[in-house]
């Protein structure tokens, strides 16, 4: 018996936050079904590579769940969606304030159909404040929330992120975690509720060591700054001779005095506390003197903290993310197959399903008599 066996959830979201929180749900046993534009359905399945009839993205965010393709608009609809409505444990939804309200899909109004219903929108801003009608990306929550200006370089600039941050660590992971907790409380009272779901808000709890300085001691942290946005030589990122990169952790005092015997740096340049800036320049002279492969051997092994810059493509080819088996399940469209997401859920938690495809748009119309 799985956790969520039993559990169904009605996904009215698109993209990745809200399709990556129902995927959590769906690999713990919930029946998810997305609900979907007829025609067009979920964007993301029109984006790059192509995996089978849809986009990869897509079949990796949407494994193992149903789709209704219905128009919201038309009439009749809502009507149908109602007993579904009022069958169901969980609805999630990204539009903005106000839209679901508008299809006459708001909480208020669902929760007098189906009050034990757990209902959670995901926005940028969330449901109130001066910016809940605001148009954003993840680039502009990291942005609004200050965690940006911390990634500046020498320049100055702030560094871009190559992964969606807000998306992912403020927006899909906080509805997983609030919808298990609303379902836990209303096994207790038996109402369900309205979760607002803010991922510019959420951001903050990833800053929380610039927030303790900040507001203990009214030291706050900028670009180059603090411990980790590249003040010290105990956290950084060295070059190689041959453009590789070391990151180096050594922040404990155990650590660097590995770290500073391995690379051989000067015993008058140890104590970084004294000339940070000098030390750090000395370590990057140091590790820029030797290639790559010179630098995890002689880390390999060794309680230092340190590990080379890996590419994504190496990084899942890994010895130890094999021995992991963390991309032994598979996503499949016809008759090809690609791993799927490695989603953090216990095995024993999980379907155990090795292989599943993602829903054709639309493929659960005549299940659930859709004919919108």
């Known amino acids: 018996m799985l956790p969520l066996d039993g559990i169904r959830v009605l996904d009215f979201s698109t993209l990745l936050p809200g399709p990556m929180a129902s995927l959590f749900l769906v690999e713990a046993g919930a029946e998810v079904i997305k609900i979907e534009r007829p025609g067009i359905g979920d964007e993301m399945r029109n984006y790059m590579p192509r995996f089978g009839e849809d986009s990869a993205n897509f079949a990796l965010l949407n494994r193992g769940k149903r789709s209704i393709a219905i128009d919201l608009k038309a009439p009749g609809a809502i009507a149908f969606l109602k007993p579904l409505i009022a069958s169901s444990d969980v609805l999630v939804e990204q539009f903005r304030p106000g839209v679901m309200e508008r299809l006459g899909l708001g909480y208020a109004a669902l929760s007098e159909v189906n009050p034990r219903l757990v209902y959670c929108s995901i926005t940028g801003f969330g449901q109130s404040g001066p910016r809940r009608d605001m148009a954003a990306h993840d680039l502009n929550y ?151 492969a010179h630098w995890r051997k002689v880390f390999e092994g060794q309680d230092a ?68």
């Open 305 to 372: 903290c340190c590990a080379i810059v890996a590419s994504l493509e190496e990084a899942v080819r890994d010895p130890h993310v094999a021995a992991r088996k963390l991309f032994d399940r598979r996503v499949s469209a016809g008759d090809r197959t690609i791993p799927a997401l490695p989603i953090p859920i216990e095995g024993e938690m999980r379907d155990a399903a090795v292989t599943r495809s993602a829903p054709r748009l639309g493929a659960d119309n005549s299940l659930f008599g859709a004919g919108a």
């Open 142 to 292: 990291l942005a609004l929330a200050g965690l940006l200006s911390l990634t500046g370089g020498s320049d100055g600039a702030p560094g871009m992120p190559h992964t969606p941050i807000a998306d992912i660590a403020a927006g899909a992971y906080p509805a997983v975690i609030n919808i298990l907790l609303a379902l836990l409380r209303r096994h207790q009272t038996g109402r369900g509720c309205h979760l607002d779901v803010s991922m510019t808000d959420n951001l903050f709890v990833l800053a929380y060591w610039g927030l303790a300085g900040g507001f203990a001691a009214g030291d706050w942290p900028t670009a180059g700054s603090a411990l980790t946005t590249g003040a010290s030589p105990r956290y950084q990122i060295y070059r190689t001779a041959d453009g590789g990169y070391l990151s180096a952790g050594p922040i404990e005092q155990r650590f660097w005095d590995v770290f500073c015997r391995l690379i051989g740096l000067d015993e008058a340049l140890r104590d970084d506390a004294r000339t940070p800036a000098a030390t750090r320049d000395a370590v990057a002279a140091r590790i820029a003197a030797y290639p790559t």
